[in-house]
């Protein structure tokens, strides 16, 4: 069982950055692909981004070019830096652990952070 601890949400203004932080914690030796999930308000859940241990990313196209995710291996740490913030990314960002890709898509693993709020507001 692998624990996951979020952190880095606030409020920020529109076209302001953040750095989610993401410390995993337990069975981490059987993590391989981490991402992060959002959910806005009177919204389904969607994913953000993906990063295998190797290192290889994936985007959801409404983040392309603003945000980064990347992973310290040594820390158990995932990242995801959000830059030109919009309203539209006011969500709960959540760190999902153990993401597999089936079919055409990535999939969520089994173990979840508690989210962390971010707000884009002026």
């Known amino acids: 069982q692998v624990q996951l601890v979020e952190s880095g949400g606030g409020l920020v203004q529109p076209g302001g950055s953040l750095r989610l932080s993401c410390v995993a914690s337990?069975?981490?030796?059987?993590?391989?692909?981490m991402g992060w999930y959002r959910q806005g308000p009177g919204k389904k859940r969607e994913l953000v981004a993906v990063?295998?241990?190797?290192?290889?990313?994936n985007y959801a196209d409404f983040v392309k070019g603003r945000f980064t995710i990347s992973r310290d291996n040594a820390k158990s740490t995932v990242y995801l830096q959000m830059d030109g913030l919009k309203p539209e990314d006011t969500a709960v960002y959540s760190c999902?652990?153990?993401?597999?890709?089936?079919?055409?898509?990535?999939?969520?693993?089994?173990?979840w952070g508690q989210g962390t709020q971010v707000t884009v507001s002026s």
């Open positions: 337990g069975s981490i030796f059987s993590i391989n692909a």
């Open positions: 999902n652990a153990g993401m597999v890709f089936l079919g055409s898509s990535w999939h969520a693993g089994g173990s």
């Open positions: 990063i295998t241990n190797g290192g290889r990313t």
